[in-house]
């Protein structure tokens, strides 16, 4: 009999996600849990996988089409006696013309769900965890296992994947196993213009660059921006960074020391570490400090989380910042990983800029942004010296922060980070 297998909801209420690569074509026998697609959503590429065991009938979609969540994704001929993976069939609601089959609220892959007050759906399962896995076939050792990141990038310099030896489960090629092929290469002759003079090219906006456009639209219409500036003498972050990356063996960037130190500034400013409730005309102070920072990726702008950095020290942030942005920048950051932030940060001067106007993260309602660190001229004690400074920028949610408020938190920030070595008091592993 046939069964149709609906899109399920792919975590935050997403209400589509996009068609990336298909793994099966009509026709092939899938195993249960053998991978179906990849898709794309406003935070990860995500995988997945066949709640049946059978034949693929009809595939509802080609690579870059937008699917909704809960409209057919794939067709399944399956026998009777046939397995299902239950767990996965949670996630999406039941079309597939079987009215006896029970209606199932759309969630996250994996998760089961239950109704708390107020019709609020919180998962059973933790994120990231899904039932054990079923034994699958061995990969067809013809074709090449990779994400569509390294494939688009292997395309753009011009490389055959099948001639590199992937170091993933399975043999999948990574983003690493490409840069180290790359890094043996002559460099490339200068490419010509992509677009020829007098001509003009219309490019779809799809995928997670469709979403960051919906998402920053709505943040600077609905939320009244102000964003409050601050230049500090960074010599002692510095000078502390150097110190903890030779005692702890971790790269320590000035981040990670702007992020504990935000963290200090946030619990005694506790509005901004909250977010608005419209609905309820309520501001929802957090007790967590979970600190999202910006990354840029092939994919667009994405958020991987540094959760409770409140009780971390510098160095396990610096450690965890490598390993989440790698991830995001690879397309395998998990919705754990890129959801769930309280209060964000962007390092603006790793691209050479001296200050920004950042977007807020709605529904937080702050983020602050880091300046290049360039030495200047600076007074101290009177005198003139060489000192590296930097600009920090809070953006802010006028509805919830006071102007005064946000400048006292940032002359809080600025106290902090010119004499940070009190911080040093903080776990430093």
């Given at each position: 009999?046939?069964?149709?297998?609906?899109?399920?909801?792919?975590?935050?209420?997403?209400?589509?996600?996009?068609?990336?690569?298909?793994?099966?074509?009509?026709?092939?026998?899938?195993?249960?849990?053998?991978?179906?697609?990849?898709?794309?959503?406003?935070?990860?590429?995500?995988?997945?996988?066949?709640?049946?065991?059978?034949?693929?009938?009809?595939?509802?979609?080609?690579?870059?089409?937008?699917?909704?969540?809960?409209?057919?994704?794939?067709?399944?001929?399956?026998?009777?006696?046939?397995?299902?993976?239950?767990?996965?069939?949670?996630?999406?609601?039941?079309?597939?013309?079987?009215?006896?089959?029970?209606?199932?609220?759309?969630?996250?892959?994996?998760?089961?769900?239950?109704?708390?007050?107020?019709?609020?759906?919180?998962?059973?399962?933790?994120?990231?965890?899904?039932?054990?896995?079923?034994?699958?076939?061995?990969?067809?050792?013809?074709?090449?296992?990779?994400?569509?990141?390294?494939?688009?990038?292997?395309?753009?310099?011009?490389?055959?994947?099948?001639?590199?030896?992937?170091?993933?489960?399975?043999?999948?090629?990574?983003?690493?196993?490409?840069?180290?092929?790359?890094?043996?290469?002559?460099?490339?002759?200068?490419?010509?213009?992509?677009?020829?003079?007098?001509?003009?090219?219309?490019?779809?906006?799809?995928?997670?660059?469709?979403?960051?456009?919906?998402?920053?639209?709505?943040?600077?219409?609905?939320?009244?921006?102000?964003?409050?500036?601050?230049?500090?003498?960074?010599?002692?972050?510095?000078?502390?960074?150097?110190?903890?990356?030779?005692?702890?063996?971790?790269?320590?960037?000035?981040?990670?020391?702007?992020?504990?130190?935000?963290?200090?500034?946030?619990?005694?400013?506790?509005?901004?570490?909250?977010?608005?409730?419209?609905e309820a005309g309520e501001i929802v102070l957090k007790g967590s400090?979970?600190?999202?920072?910006?990354?840029?990726?092939?994919?667009?702008?994405?958020?991987?989380?540094?959760?409770?950095?409140?009780?971390?020290?510098?160095?396990?942030?610096?450690?965890?910042?490598?390993?989440?942005?790698?991830a995001a920048r690879e397309g395998r950051g998990t919705p754990e990983?890129?959801?769930?932030?309280?209060?964000?940060?962007?390092?603006?001067?790793?691209?050479?800029?001296?200050?920004?106007?950042?977007?807020?993260?709605?529904?937080e309602v702050a983020i602050l942004a880091l300046g290049a660190i360039?030495?200047?001229?600076?007074?101290?004690?009177?005198?003139?010296?060489?000192?590296?400074?930097?600009?920090?920028?809070?953006?802010?949610?006028?509805?919830?922060?006071?102007?005064?408020?946000?400048?006292?938190?940032?002359?809080?920030?600025?106290?902090?980070?010119?004499?940070?070595?009190?911080?040093?008091?903080?776990?430093?592993?």
């Open positions: 009999m046939e069964r149709t297998f609906n899109l399920p909801d792919l975590g935050e209420g997403l209400e589509d996600a996009e068609v990336v690569e298909w793994k099966v074509a009509e026709g092939d026998a899938v195993e249960l849990n053998q991978p179906l697609v990849d898709v794309n959503t406003a935070k990860a590429l995500v995988e997945i996988p066949s709640p049946y065991e059978g034949t693929i009938v009809k595939l509802h979609g080609a690579g870059g089409d937008v699917i909704e969540v809960g409209s057919p994704l794939v067709t399944f001929e399956v026998a009777d006696d046939a397995p299902v993976d239950e767990s996965i069939l949670a996630g999406a609601a039941a079309r597939d013309g079987d009215e006896s089959a029970p209606k199932r609220e759309a969630v996250l892959v994996g998760y089961g769900v239950e109704q708390g007050s107020k019709g609020r759906r919180r998962t059973l399962r933790p994120p990231g965890t899904r039932p054990a896995p079923v034994p699958q076939r061995p990969a067809d050792p013809g074709k090449v296992q990779a994400s569509p990141v390294v494939r688009r990038l292997a395309k753009e310099h011009g490389v055959d994947l099948a001639t590199i030896a992937g170091s993933g489960p399975g043999g999948r090629i990574r983003r690493g196993d490409l840069e180290q092929a790359l890094s043996g290469r002559e460099p490339a002759p200068t490419a010509a213009p992509a677009i020829s003079p007098g001509t003009e090219e219309r490019v779809p906006v799809r995928g997670i660059r469709r979403l960051i456009a919906q998402k920053m639209a709505k943040a600077w219409a609905e939320v009244p921006h102000v964003t409050t500036f601050r230049t500090i003498d960074a010599t002692w972050v510095d000078a502390l960074r150097r110190e903890l990356t030779e005692e702890s063996g971790v790269k320590v960037s000035p981040l990670p020391v702007v992020v504990r130190a935000l963290v200090e500034v946030v619990q005694r400013h506790p509005k901004l570490n909250a977010s608005f409730d419209t400090c979970h600190v999202g920072i910006a990354t840029d990726t092939d994919q667009g702008l994405l958020v991987p989380v540094i959760r409770d950095a409140d009780r971390k020290g510098i160095a396990t942030i610096a450690r965890e910042t490598a390993e989440i942005a790698t990983q890129l959801t769930g932030s309280t209060i964000t940060i962007t390092n603006v001067g790793t691209f050479g800029s001296e200050y920004g106007t950042p977007i807020i993260n709605v529904p360039r030495e200047r001229p600076w007074v101290v004690d009177g005198e003139l010296q060489p000192r590296r400074v930097a600009t920090l920028s809070l953006s802010f949610d006028h509805r919830i922060i006071d102007g005064a408020e946000a400048g006292r938190a940032m002359t809080d920030l600025a106290t902090i980070l010119e004499s940070p070595f009190h911080l040093g008091a903080l776990p430093r592993r």
